[in-house]
């Protein structure tokens, strides 16, 4: 351990002796959000997809909505307001420059959104023809190939009698396929399709005869005065701050202390392949003067795991699990596919007035069949039967340097009720604040929420989040926060109500736009149950988790950048010793100007006790394919990635990555375990523009 910590210095202070186009600011701002969501299951489509889009086309802040400002996702209402003040008194921008007199826009916020606005006097068009939109629209097709070379018993050739009467293997191959076509026109029009087949799923015979497992589709158009966007096909809707209803996914806590507020896109279409958080059907978008309202309709199959009574009656059937993977490999996960119908229908009405939301929405989610979990102690006021309402209000206002916003929803089958409030608050250009309380009852719930929480559902917590931001010179800057909870009823591996805090602090030191350097801690600490037991009363015990990193960035020249990385873990709690790990990452970006190619190359080294003091570290990859895995036990990790354009209409991403574990004879577990030490990851895709 103390020879690799050596060499992690060493690397770490010597890159610093040697510091931005599209791609790499993307990938920054995809790292600066998935780096603390401490989950390999990431998808960051939506964020990719906003920040591509305005990237090419650029936001005129002189023309731009409070909500087209919004979904920009880089600024808070306070420095939105701010500027829309600005354009009343003062007309439009003349120059970029000008932002530096804004009261609430500091130089790293004006140059966190440079490459995505604009200023001019060009006037945007309101509202689109549908034939327009076809004549200007853009064709993009994406192909991708994915695979873990290595073998793995899940996949082995057995006999048709093997495999019909066992869960053990896999019906197909061990690639991953996925294809996207989509035609485009700036944020009014859209139409796509998607596909993707999973590692172990057949693929055009067998179990698969259609080909891909999942296919979704799309037609979207927004532009018009009254009827203001209308979906067809797989779309998503986002309603206040996640409390209701939310599709797709959504982020609490990050490095980003003013980020804590969600700015709901009330409908767009869906282009992931999570094959469980989308609504498929029709939704439109009506509007007049400065009323909206969103009116949606969904029905799709859910997997969900059957259970048939000894009963000839049919209505005696029920579901007592949902599977929300998406896989469909074995005899019982293909036994679960679609065997739930789910029906939701809603209406979101809302009002807008300047810096003034105001919104109210209410949405029914309903199963064909009773949905019936088994019973613990934990779980036990969880959702359970064929349906609830959803009803909730929510807003958001601006008032010169504060922006007050929240939710109150309940769920009918309960009557609990879910509350949020907060505000964010700017004391001038140099430092703002955000403080977020929310409580939601133990036996709240509804299909699709996202709440800001610590745990992962919007419910059985009450909590108090306060963050701080500060900008002490252009160089130094300072984010802290700090989030006090309770869990009023057991959760899941917690036999009791129980409590925790979490504070981060992270001062960081920007001399340039091509150096940059910050280091931060945080402490978590959550109550779990002991690991001593006698079988009869487990007690809790606080579990310490806290964390260290020290992280360089440095642009060497226009074409080379380096990144390197120390982070440092300690675990400890009452009924196990004490517990460590480290990493140390190495990235090198290389994009010559004389010659089309990019290449990103990373070591790493790590060396942690357990599972238990894994540390999550993003990776980059392809356009739209998102890595962020947990480095755990003791080895080392490498990857290099290709991008390279061809005749302008051609992008080809390549990816190889490799892990090389010291102290382990196999990797993985069941099926998918790997016998040896090494794992092997390949991606290749390819985008087409038209």
Known sequence: MKQLFIIALVVFTSSALFGQGKNELIQQRLEFIAEQLETEEIDLTDVTESLNYHFDHPLNLNTASFEEMQQLSLLTDVQINDIVLHRQIFGKLISIYELQTLDYWDLNTIHLVLPFIRVDDKLDQLHVSFKEAIQRGKFEAYFRYQRVAEYRSAYDDVSDSLQENSNSYYYGNPDRYYTRLRFKYRTNLSVGFTAEKDPGEEFFQGTQKNGFDFYSAHAFYKGGKYLRAVAIGDYQVQVGQGLNFWSGYAFGKTADVTNVKKSANSLKPYTSVDEARFLRGAAAEFGLGNFALTVFGSHKGVDGSLVIPDSIVEELEFV?????????????ELGRKNTLKETIAGGNLRYTKRSLQVGVAGVYMGYDKDFLKDTSSYNQYDFRGKSTVGLSG????????????????????????????G???????R????????????DYSTFYNVGFAEASKTQNESGLYAGLKINFTRAWTLNSYVDVFKFP???????????????????SFKPSRGLEVYFRFREQVREKNSRYSDGTITSLEDVRQRNYRLNLSYKVSESISLKSRVEYVTVDRESTEAQDGFIITQDLI???KSFPLNIALRYALFDTDSYDTRIYTY?????YVFSSPAYYYQGSRAYISLRYTFLRRFDLWAR????????????GSGGEEILGSKKTDITIQLRVKL
Do not use: C
């Open 431 to 442: 430092a703002s604040m955000s403080l977020v309380y929310r409580k939601y009852d133990r």
């Open 619 to 623: 990776e980059n990859n392809a356009l």
């Open 320 to 332: 007592s699990s949902i599977n929300l993977t998406g896989f469909h490999r074995t005899n019982s």
């Open 394 to 421: 929510d807003y958001s206002w601006v008032f010169k340097n504060f922006n007050f916003f929240g939710e109150v929803a309940t769920s009918t089958h309960s009557s609990a009720w879910a509350t949020l409030h």
């Open 489 to 507: 009823w057991l959760r899941y591996q917690v036999d009791g109500p129980s409590q925790g805090h979490e504070w981060m602090i992270q001062p």
């Open 590 to 592: 290389f994009k010559p």
């Open 656 to 667: 190889y990555g490799v892990s090389i574990f010291a102290n382990r004879d196999s990797i």
């Open 423 to 429: 505000v964010l608050f700017s004391l001038d250009r």
